[in-house]
């Protein structure tokens, strides 16, 4: 309907972990007073993130909607380690040494290309405004259902000051969606142009691509079970992170009221190399108009 407005507030509580050691022979890595042996391209980012996305979305006409986010988020230590640990354990899955660090707290430390360990964990420690995004979505085909989908991310967030070079960001994602009887499918892939390349020891990809794929069964009119893959390329020209991230989240939506309840949980038991290890989602999506 055209005229319509949504408003949203997306809630996302992630726990990530990323473990890499380079080095000669074999080092015992539980400290950052350990780093006399480590090389160029070892790296820890360890840290626990809550985040609010509050959105609006406006639907210009048939087939244009605009819309409108900023999201906050708050990182630090957090509190899920013990639960993950204990979690991993219970079914046999190893901790990829997140049990020789500190539970609860946060760590990045990286190695520059001269072998030299820089400790940046008191950066995380933080309340932040992300980038304000801005999209656009069109309908460009009702059979096959097809959809364009224009994005642009301005450099509103203080969380790149220490690299220098915040930049507008924009992305370009196509996505095909059907439904047969009580099973639905939402299939996207898409790209990104950076403006942000990093700091003088962390060279990011100035271009990424993504792909999603999402079903759903919807055993009434009111209630559903969705089951999400998302994957994305290297963030960075760097080992462990030049590997793709890979997010896998099952949950369900429900009506509730006026709006859409979302719930989903994130344990990636087979991709959390480099990617959040476990998580939880929450959104609920308002129709004021």
């Known amino acids: 309907m055209p005229g319509r407005v949504e408003v949203g507030m997306d809630v996302r509580w992630l726990n990530t972990w ?42 210009v006409g048939d087939r244009m909607t605009l819309g409108f986010e900023i999201p906050v988020a708050i990182q630090g230590g957090g509190v899920l380690d013990g639960f993950i640990e204990g979690f991993h354990s219970m ?24 072998n030299v360990a820089h400790d940046k964990s008191d950066e995380l420690n933080r309340v932040i405004t992300g980038d304000v995004q801005l999209s656009a979505s069109m309908l ?5 259902m097809l959809t364009a989908r224009a994005i642009v ?9 220490s690299q220098e070079n915040s930049g507008t960001d924009v992305t370009l994602q196509g996505i095909w969606s059907w439904r047969r009887g009580a099973f639905a ?14 700091d003088e020891n962390l060279d990011l990809e100035r271009f ?19 089951l999400s893959l998302n994957h994305a390329s290297a963030v960075a020209d760097y080992p462990e992170l030049e590997e793709p991230v890979v997010e896998l989240t099952m949950g369900f939506k429900k009506v509730v009221g006026p709006g859409v309840l979302e719930f989903g949980i994130i344990e990636n038991l087979f991709f959390f190399d480099n990617s959040p290890d476990a998580g939880l989602q929450l959104g609920y999506t308002l129709k004021l108009l």
């Open 140 to 144: 460009v085909s009702q059979w096959p």
């Open 18 to 59: 990323v473990y890499h050691v380079e080095s000669d022979r074999s080092v015992d890595w539980v400290d950052f007073k350990d780093t006399d042996e480590l090389k160029h391209g070892s790296f820890l980012f360890d840290v626990e993130t809550l985040a609010f996305v509050p959105s609006v979305l406006y639907r």
């Open 208 to 226: 990424r691509y993504s792909t999603m794929n999402s079903f759903e069964y919807m055993p009434s009119d009111t209630f559903s079970w969705v």
């Open 91 to 114: 079914i046999g899955v190893g901790q990829h040494n997140r049990d020789d660090w500190p539970r609860d707290s946060s760590h990045y430390i990286t190695v520059d290309k001269n």
């Open 185 to 198: 499918g939402y299939h996207g892939i898409g790209g990104t142009v950076y403006t942000r390349d990093g």
């Open 153 to 161: 991310k301005l450099p509103t967030s203080r969380i790149y000051d």
